[in-house]
């Protein structure tokens, strides 16, 4: 299916949102003591959101060089920026607003009442996107000497988390709608999505598919059928969640019950 993919269970949702919060601390870790700074990219979500409050409540979070941390997100709710739909507040509240963070480093996807109208939000958030990518190129030495390549449109992405829902969509690309389809930019506005809030802007595949690693983490019964199809490689078209695939590695993080149709053969089980 990936390029190097993996399942984890998890004996239980509170289980599964400390361990992959432990998880992402070490991880930030390693990179920061390899390249010095870290990129994550978030989610919303139950699990999401949990993961994070963990992270803050966890002794070890105390190690990481939070100010060195790049934070952006993979997709957020097209409205204004107090609104509770916002996975922006709902990070800020959990883990960002708790921790000693660069504000410059927090990428935040615009809300309703900052811009003109979705597409300025696509726009700003493509082009935030742009800037850090020729920014980090500039800064790597080795690929600076490579003067005929061209800057990506996106920078590194170390850690990008996911979230599932029980239609298998990933960020907000939802089964046949256009934002799956999108290729060639960086980030899709979302029209009429199925689930509430209908106007969204998201990540693309292409996008998500460019980090180093990709965490699906999904909780609960009703994701289990989502978690099968999209370990059994559907078309992502119809199942976003199976063409998620990390450039080093991807991790399908889950409780017993979103596990509970996957092969035991697939299975690592995390107690």
Same mark, same amino acid.
């Given at each position: 299916?990936?390029?190097?993919?993996?399942?984890?269970?998890?004996?239980?949702?509170?289980?599964?949102?400390?361990?992959?919060?432990?998880?992402?601390?070490?991880?930030?870790?390693?990179?920061?003591?390899?390249?010095?700074?870290?990129?994550?990219?978030?989610?919303?979500?139950?699990?999401?959101?949990?993961?994070?409050?963990?992270?803050?409540?966890?002794?070890?979070?105390?190690?990481?060089?939070?100010?060195?941390?790049?934070?952006?997100?993979?997709?957020?709710?097209?409205?204004?920026?107090?609104?509770?739909?916002?996975?922006?507040?709902?990070?800020?509240?959990?883990?960002?607003?708790?921790?000693?963070?660069?504000?410059?480093?927090?990428?935040? %996807?615009?809300?309703?009442?900052?811009?003109?109208?979705?597409?300025?939000?696509?726009?700003?958030?493509?082009?935030?996107?742009? #800037?850090? #990518?020729?920014?980090?190129?500039?800064?790597?030495?080795?690929?600076?000497?490579?003067?005929?390549?061209?800057?990506?449109?996106?920078?590194?992405?170390?850690?990008?988390?996911?979230?599932?829902?029980?239609?298998?969509?990933?960020?907000?690309?939802?089964?046949? %709608?256009?934002?799956?389809?999108?290729?060639?930019?960086?980030?899709?506005?979302?029209?009429?999505?199925?689930?509430?809030?209908?106007?969204?802007?998201?990540?693309?595949?292409?996008?998500?598919?460019?980090?180093?690693?990709?965490?699906?983490?999904?909780?609960?019964?009703?994701?289990?059928?989502?978690?099968?199809?999209?370990?059994?490689? #559907?078309?992502?078209?119809?199942?976003?969640?199976?063409?998620?695939?990390? %450039?080093?590695?991807?991790?399908?993080?889950?409780?017993?019950?979103?596990?509970?149709?996957?092969?035991?053969?697939?299975?690592?089980?995390?107690?």
């Amino acid at each position: 299916m990936s390029r190097n993919f993996r399942v984890t269970e998890h004996p239980s949702f509170d289980v599964l949102a400390a361990t992959t919060a432990a998880r992402l601390i070490t991880r930030l870790l390693d990179v920061q003591s390899e390249r010095g700074e870290a990129t994550v990219v978030l989610t919303g979500g139950s699990v999401g959101i949990a993961t994070l409050r963990e992270i803050a409540q966890s002794p070890a979070h105390l190690a990481v060089d939070w100010s060195k941390v790049n934070f952006w997100f993979g997709d957020d709710r097209f409205v204004e920026t107090d609104s509770p739909d916002r996975n922006y507040g709902q990070a800020a509240e959990a883990l960002l607003n708790q921790i000693p963070v660069d504000p410059a480093r927090v990428h935040i %996807m615009p809300a309703s009442d900052t811009v003109a109208d979705l597409d300025e939000a696509v726009a700003q958030y493509a082009a935030e996107l742009a #800037a850090a #990518a020729e920014a980090e190129w500039h800064n790597d030495e080795s690929r600076e000497a490579e003067a005929a390549e061209v800057a990506p449109v996106v920078p590194r992405f170390d850690v990008l988390l996911l979230g599932l829902g029980p239609d298998a969509h990933i960020a907000s690309l939802f089964p046949d %709608m256009a934002g799956i389809r999108t290729k060639g930019v960086s980030v899709v506005g979302v029209r009429n999505s199925p689930k509430p809030p209908p106007t969204r802007v998201s990540l693309t595949l292409e996008t998500i598919n460019s980090a180093q690693e990709i965490w699906i983490v999904a909780a609960g019964a009703d994701k289990a059928a989502a978690v099968g199809l999209g370990l059994a490689g #559907a078309n992502a078209v119809q199942v976003p969640a199976s063409g998620a695939r990390g %450039m080093q590695k991807t991790l399908w993080l889950l409780d017993q019950a979103a596990a509970a149709k996957v092969p035991g053969v697939l299975t690592h089980r995390n107690s």
